[in-house]
Structures are given as C-alpha cells and as structure tokens.
C-alpha cells in the first residue's frame, strides 16, 4: 500500500516538475534572453508561450565546428548574438530559422512564400525583418534562406544578411540582400545600424543558440496530470485485487 501511495506521489511531482521546467525555459532564459526578448520572440513568432532551450552558448576559443557539433540536426532554433559594429556600438540581433542547422555546405532554399518563414531581428532596437516575399523581378531574392557550412557560423540569406565567420567572433557582417522589404528595398543595409554594408568589420561576443517548443496550456496539464492519476488508481485497484 504504503509503495502504491509513493508511486502516485512521484507521479504528480513529476507532472508539476514538468510545468515548473517549462515555465523556467519560457521565462528566465540565459543573459542574452531577457523576459523582455523572450516576450518580443513569441509576439514575432505567433505560436504562444515558448520553451526555448538553450542547446549552445560560445565559449572561448570556439569555432564554428563548436557551433554545429552542438547544432545541427537539433530542429527549428533562435540564434542569438551580442554584435558590435566599427564604432563600437554594441546591439543584440540574431535570426530564426525553421529547418535544421547542417554542415552540407548549401542553403535551405525556400521557393513557395508559404517556406518563406525565417526571419532575422535586432532585439534591441525591436527590428524584425522577414524573409523577402515573391514579387515581381525578385522571385528568387528572398528564397536563400540560411547558409550551412561548416566552416562558418550561423549565416542568413545570400548577402549575407547576417554573417558569423568560422572563429565566431572577428570578421563577421550584415549586408542585406534575402530580407528585405520588397517595397522599400534596402539591399546593402546593415542589421545593425542601417548603415550600408563596406566591409566585414562587425565582432560578436556572446553566442547562443536555443531550440523551440511550445508551453502547452494549462489545461493540458491539468488532462496529463488526471490521465496519470488514474492510471495509478487503476494500479492500484489491480494490485490489491491480487493481493486479497
């Protein structure tokens, strides 16, 4: 009896420690993920509350290989970075991409407007800027979605829009080029600043890269927490029906 009763316990400690876990992944995040931009990331990406794992973080002396050992093949993600222009002007920026990270050496191309979902952003500034659109005379602009090689870091678009080299650090850019708005243009323009791209003179410090799920509601873990309970109820019933 006494072994039943600890088994339903654990049953619903476990269920609560699964909605605590989530919640702390959604809510706190790591230095770059602030409550604040994790709200702004949810509102962009319109799915609700997100748990967001942070599955890379740069640590000194990483290279791009650092990046995709831990990276590829992990799903759709949020790369987040701390970027500095020449200037010394220090922004947080990044990009969503919704295909796995791979070392191939190829882009994720995304023919349809219906695959054209990445986007890329600078969070302290509240800019986002989608992929470019099919229009007239630009098809194919906003189709390069993100660059996967190994020999660099995180890169999107074919600019590209937003570039980290293989030391994750020096040398890396935003020229924008597949997301831009196909309106007002801005080919060239950096992420940045808005300036116009001239060389690769931007520095990234910290770097990390967070997969994504979402927080189911309330209401689900409440069904999951029943569910359980009466499988161990259930257990229960069977165990002491043996035992009389």
Not at 77 to 93: H, K, L, P
């Amino acid at each position: 009896m006494h072994n039943n009763l600890k088994a339903v316990r654990s049953v619903v400690l476990a269920v609560a420690g699964m909605g605590v876990c989530l919640g702390a992944q959604a809510g706190t995040g790591t230095s770059l993920l602030s409550p604040g931009y994790q709200t702004q990331l949810e509102s962009w990406l319109g799915e609700g509350r997100l748990a967001l794992t942070n599955i890379y973080s740069k640590a000194a002396g990483d290279t791009s290989l650092d990046f995709h050992k831990a990276s590829d093949g992990k799903g759709r993600t949020f790369s987040i970075m701390e970027a500095t222009n020449a200037s010394g002007q220090t922004w947080i920026v990044g990009g969503y991409n919704p295909q796995s990270w791979n070392s191939s050496g190829s882009y994720n191309m995304s023919s349809d407007n219906s695959q054209r979902t990445a986007f890329i952003f600078n969070l302290t500034s509240g800019v986002i800027r989608p992929q470019t659109p099919r229009g007239y005379a630009i098809d194919m602009v906003g189709a390069y979605q993100t660059y996967n090689g190994a020999e660099y870091g995180p890169v999107f678009g074919y600019g590209h829009d937003l570039f980290v080299s293989g030391n994750l650090s020096s040398a890396g850019y935003s020229n924008m080029y597949s997301y831009i708005d196909p309106v007002k243009g801005g080919f060239g323009e950096s992420l940045l600043d808005g300036s116009q791209y001239s060389k690769p003179d931007v520095t990234y410090g910290a770097l990390q890269i967070f997969t994504i799920g979402v927080v189911p509601e309330p209401a689900t873990y409440a069904l999951l927490l029943a569910g359980l309970c009466m499988l161990a109820a259930s257990r229960l019933y069977k165990r002491r029906a043996t035992l009389a």
